[in-house]
C-alpha cells in the first residue's frame, strides 16, 4: 500500500505537469515534470509541516489539490490553433541557376586584394 501510495503521490504531479509542457520533446518533459512533482510533494510537505496540519491524508489531499490545479492551468492554457496565428510563408524557390539580386555582389576589379590574382 505504501508503494501504491507513493507511485500515486509522484505521478498525479507528474502528469499534471506534463500535460503543462506541450512544446518541448519527450526527454525534456520527462525531466521537468519529475522534478516538478518532487518539488510538489516536497513543498507540500514543508508547508504543511510548518503549519501543523500535516497527517498523510492531508498531504495526499494538498498534493491531489495543486496537481488539480496545474492540471486546470494546462487545460485553459491551450496554445492558437494555425489558423489564429500569421506564420509568414516562404518566398517560392527559384531553380538553383538563378542568384539573388539583393545580395550586393563584389565584382573582380574591385578587390582590394590584387596581389592574389598577379602571377
Do not use: C, K
Not at 22 to 27: C, N
Not at 95 to 112: G, H, I, K, Q, Y
Amino acid at each position: 500500500m505504501t508503494i501504491v501510495l507513493a507511485l500515486l503521490l509522484f505521478a498525479v504531479p507528474g502528469a499534471a505537469f506534463w500535460s503543462l509542457m506541450r512544446g518541448f520533446d519527450p526527454v525534456g518533459r520527462l525531466v521537468v515534470s519529475t522534478a516538478a512533482s518532487i518539488v510538489t510533494v516536497a513543498g507540500a510537505a514543508q508547508i504543511l509541516l510548518m503549519a501543523g496540519f500535516w497527517s498523510p491524508g492531508s498531504g495526499l489531499v494538498a498534493v491531489l489539490l495543486l496537481s488539480g490545479l496545474v492540471a486546470g492551468l494546462a487545460r485553459l492554457h491551450r496554445p492558437r490553433s494555425l489558423g489564429q496565428l500569421h506564420i509568414p510563408r516562404p518566398p517560392a524557390r527559384a531553380s538553383a541557376n538563378v542568384t539573388r539580386r539583393d545580395l550586393p555582389v563584389r565584382r573582380r576589379d574591385e578587390d582590394d586584394d590584387d596581389w592574389l590574382y598577379q602571377d
